[in-house]
């Protein structure tokens, strides 16, 4: 091979890089939402999940949603919740708020204390406080629809969420509420004010990883146990 040709070669070969960093540069920047398409998908996630939460508040509605991963649902779902390597298919929490970041729903409730000097807390000491729920919260940016409606496995509304917390969940951070004796809204449902004070739950890569594949390998387990006595 001459000199010459080893420049056209080269040349040749820059030329095409760059129409590649190009073309990728062009479609990355095509999927990029600008600020103001952002904040038209936050309007209209947040129209469906109003239709969804107005009623729970106004007419008494049950207030259960399916908190679908879609990781799980575009790869076929047919109505069953079994645990793989990508999570559950589904969570069936309660919805409770709206906000400008995401949606809150209840995924639990955790024991509170008074601690020494009469502050609420978690760790456990001699001086029980109220029960309290465990609100998760799920960024809009990972809901990719709402669908107020459900369907055929499940009338509840279903918020198709991307489960990108370390270990397949769907919350971005834990916060805590507690129950109020007043009565909220036209039917009288219970009103949970926040708790500050028991701080904000964040994810833990570790732990929280640690967990799913506990699960995952008791689930495994119990799986092959069920296969060998349908077999025997």
């Not at 406080?129 to 496995?153: L, M, N, R, Y």
């Not at 834990?174 to 739950?201: C, H, K, M, W």
Request: contains cysteine; hydrophobic residues 40%.
């Amino acid at each position: 091979m001459t000199s010459a040709f080893s420049w056209v070669d080269l040349a040749a070969l820059v030329v095409a890089v760059a129409a590649l960093a190009v073309t990728v540069a062009i479609y990355l920047l095509g999927r990029r939402l600008s600020f103001r398409q952002q904040r038209e998908r936050v309007r209209e996630l947040e129209a469906k999940a109003w239709v969804v939460l107005g009623p729970i508040r106004t007419e008494g509605m049950n207030s259960k949603v399916i908190v679908m991963n879609v990781d799980r649902y575009k790869r076929g779902y047919d109505g069953s919740n079994d645990l793989n390597w990508r999570g559950y298919a589904y969570t069936g929490p309660e919805i409770i708020e709206i906000g400008h970041g995401g949606v809150e729903v209840i995924t639990g409730a955790v024991e509170s204390y008074l601690d020494a000097g009469g502050r609420r807390t978690l760790a456990q000491t001699s001086t029980p406080a109220s029960t309290v729920i465990e609100c998760g919260h799920i960024p809009w940016k990972w809901i990719e629809d709402i669908a107020p409606e459900g369907d055929e496995f499940d009338g509840s509304a279903i918020f198709f969420v991307r489960h990108q917390a370390p270990g397949r969940q769907p919350y971005n951070y834990i916060t805590y509420r507690e129950g109020q004796p007043v009565a909220f809204g036209s039917n009288n449902r219970d009103y949970y004010r926040p708790v500050p004070e028991l701080g904000t739950r964040r994810p833990e890569f570790l732990r929280d990883w640690w967990r799913f594949m506990k699960s995952l390998r008791l689930e495994k387990k119990l799986k092959k146990e069920l296969s060998q006595r349908n077999a025997s």
